[in-house]
């Protein structure tokens, strides 16, 4: 796997992802061809796809859990950007800014039941359907906990860390996992795939947390206002909250009269404590943890840790 | 099938339901609860179990189905609530009333997952499965209808009924079909319940139509004011925008600054013009027509026309 062979898999995937519903309500059919089609990375079928080839199917064969998989994550965007109040996604107004709070319900319910539709109308494994439907609770639930803990103070960083493994390590566990399906993979292909996802998802979460608040782009930094003011919990928070609780609490009021002033001086308290520092490590270690899980696995992972360097790689 | 059978089975749903999704973040195993023993009338599961027995399989057989389709009901109801801003249902705050919109969302979606869990687990028929989720697609896109209805002034008698069947009729044809499907019906008896299930449908979200404008009850009428201020199209009003377009434009527009007064002026003007009675025989006419279907399928239809006659009978 290359830049290029990666381009060519997204590529594959954006052609085929818009023309998923072409008829229904146009109040429906518009929305959904708005979200699908409005770009992100495509991590998951990605990486759903990499998973069947390393384990021994084309990536053809993974192409309608991949796009089922991409849906399930973007219905997940398009609901909990509602509960943030997030205004912004992949640059462009979100669902409830463009149209309504009622649209974008009901875009994200007909965008899940067109996902479970892709993978009944294949001739797939029945375990296929049991992994996609028990992920979407483990993030539904991953969600409650992530609000939940906005008006909770003190969240110990195990508990931040579980959650994060249900909203984001789920999903790239069963990406992964689907493409084990796919390929028919022993047990323990199959469950190292998904674990190594998880981990990766992990990683991927932090790095979001991260990411957010010292990048000036367009696509991070997008909610990093409202995640604030909500009192939505981020790994450099709770590591702040018991490093230097006093210290982080004056910049978060300062957030409430001045919110340049208030996010540089906490970008500032989280460099000079160590935070920052920490927090990378821990990406670091999760994604060599996933990495070694491959290194034990009965197959070629070269593709996958192409996928890992992917993720450490990325900038935005 | 008689008045104490239904109770029985009424009994064993009410039973099993509450106790679907014990373990989870707290947020969603209260709202969860909350909804699945608010009551109502259990009528989408008693058609499943119903139709599984006249097939031949036993009630028990058909409850994790049954239980199922309920749940896929009430995911409708929180959501719809959110987007119709209806603030009582079964007498009780609506959840997104009692708590927020935020939560009322996620309650939803995890009460999907848990349906689709539910037909997982067991080891039932793929069909199950198919059947469940095409229906779901369905009822998404009759609820876009319904609300791009709201903004549109004229909506034909064809259209509106088209927009119940996906919405209600299509709900209710999965429930009849999937007892079918238990019960390993032949396809001629599976399609037949499936239609008669539809029409069933039809019939009952037209008298839904007429007892909110006519009942005085806790139970019904409960969203009329919002309805007739949002616009809501029903049968009745389709009706009257057609044979009296003059005299309802002007009772709505008394709701405006009288909401009694013009709900009542609405009333009148329905009985006067003959509405409420062709109200009435558009509902008797589908009864029949899935009563006729009923009578030529290979199967003791005694208790699906017991069901009918419920229907036939409610007057909440």
Redesign the interface.
């Known amino acids: 796997m290359n830049e290029a062979g990666i381009t060519q898999l997204r590529s594959l995937i954006n052609s085929r992802i818009g023309e998923l519903y072409p008829e229904?309500?146009?109040?429906?059919t518009k929305t959904i061809e708005y979200v699908l089609t409005a770009g992100g990375k495509r991590l998951r079928p990605l990486l759903t796809m990499i998973s069947a080839n390393s384990c021994g199917a084309n990536f053809e064969k993974a192409l309608p859990s991949a796009l089922a998989v991409e849906i399930l994550h973007n219905f997940t965007l398009v609901?909990d950007d509602?509960?943030d109040e997030d205004q912004t996604r992949h640059g462009k107004p979100t669902v409830h800014e463009k149209w309504d709070?009622?649209?974008a319900?009901?875009t994200?319910?007909?965008m899940?039941?067109?996902a479970?539709?892709i993978l009944?109308e294949e001739e797939t494994p029945?375990d296929l359907?049991?992994v996609f439907?028990?992920g979407?609770?483990r993030v539904?639930?991953g969600?409650?906990?992530d609000?939940?803990f906005e008006t909770i103070k003190n969240i110990s960083l195990d508990d931040y860390v579980n959650m994060v493994d249900l909203k984001t390590g789920h999903l790239l566990g069963l990406a992964g996992e689907m493409g084990a399906i796919i390929a028919d993979a022993d047990l323990p292909v199959r469950y190292g795939i998904r674990d190594y996802g998880r981990l990766i998802g992990r990683a991927f979460q932090v790095q979001d947390d991260l990411l957010e608040i010292y990048s000036n782009s367009d696509n991070m930094g997008k909610s990093l206002n409202s995640d604030i003011l909500l009192g939505k919990k981020t790994y450099l928070m709770i590591l702040a909250k018991n490093r230097i609780p006093v210290e982080i609490q004056s910049a978060i009021e300062l957030c409430q009269e001045d919110i340049n002033g208030g996010k540089k001086a906490i970008q500032e308290l989280f460099i000079e404590s160590g935070i920052v520092k920490s927090t990378k490590q821990f990406i670091m270690d999760n994604i060599e943890e996933a990495n070694t899980m491959l290194t034990n696995l009965d197959i070629d992972c070269s593709d996958l840790l192409y996928f890992s360097d992917l993720i450490t790689r990325r900038n935005n």
Request: proline content about 3%; overall charge neutral.
């Open positions: 229904g309500p146009i109040s429906l609901h509602i509960m709070v009622g649209s319900i009901l994200g319910d007909a899940l039941s067109l479970l539709l009944q029945r359907m049991t439907t028990k979407l609770l539904c639930e969600q409650a906990f609000k939940e």
